[in-house]
């Protein structure tokens, strides 16, 4: 990818969800595909199209992030995943 030519499709991390206990807190979702820190943002979107998702959470629970990127419920896994 170029300045030139900025990022339209996200990345796909993998074609499965990420299953993860949260405590409470504020995270920035990739929805980029490009962080080293998947499934969280670490800022490589800049000079793409893409911008973090926000995600409060306000007490522990287990979540499915999507993974592939494509996800029409970002931040989480609505099973797109099966489709591309
Ligand atoms: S690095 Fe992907 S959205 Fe920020």
Redesign the pocket.
């Known amino acids: 990818m170029s300045k030139e030519e900025p990022q339209k499709l996200p990345k796909i991390v993998q074609k499965k969800s990420k299953a993860m206990r949260l405590d409470p807190g504020v995270y ?1 979702y ?6 080293d820190t998947q499934p969280w ?5 800049q000079g793409t199209d ?3 998702k926000k995600l409060v959470i306000d007490m522990p629970q287990e979540v499915y992030l999507c993974m592939c990127k494509h996800t029409l419920k970002s931040p989480f896994c609505d099973g797109s995943h099966r489709k591309i």
């Open positions: 920035y990739c929805r980029c595909g490009l962080s943002c670490d800022g490589k979107h893409f911008q973090p």
